[in-house]
């Protein structure tokens, strides 16, 4: 399986992004996925987690509220939808697959999102 990102951007604080991520080659429909972030000089974060039918999610808690996670195994491609964004929001993001949910060893190359204040 071979990810790809899009949908990231630079948008002002308040804005709405959705990121998508789908798969190039291979099925993702049997992966649990998440996405994650890390701004420039920190570690990667997880931001949030979905199994492999959506059934199950996990949130960080700064997305909480303001962030959704979703998958459309259909279409091949997993969702963030990001609402309310802040600076601190500014980010690349990635997504990432495995086999179960919390061990990913599938990575996308990232999109990079900025929010301007």
């Known amino acids: 399986v071979e990810l790809v990102e899009s949908g990231g951007g630079v948008v002002q604080v308040g804005a709405s992004l959705r990121l998508s991520c789908t798969a190039s080659?291979?099925?993702?429909?049997?992966?649990?996925m998440a996405w994650f972030r890390q701004a420039p000089g920190t570690e990667r974060k997880i931001v949030a987690s979905i199994n492999w039918n959506g059934g199950g999610r996990t949130y960080a808690e700064f997305a909480k509220g303001r962030f959704t996670i979703s998958r459309d195994n259909a279409k091949n491609t997993m969702y963030l939808q990001m609402n309310s964004l802040k600076p601190e929001d500014t980010a690349d993001y990635y997504c990432?697959?495995?086999?179960?949910?919390?061990?990913?060893?599938?990575w996308g190359q990232g999109t990079q999102v900025t929010v301007s204040s």
């Open positions: 080659a291979g099925t993702l429909s049997r992966y649990a």
């Open positions: 990432a697959a495995g086999r179960s949910w919390g061990d990913y060893g599938i």
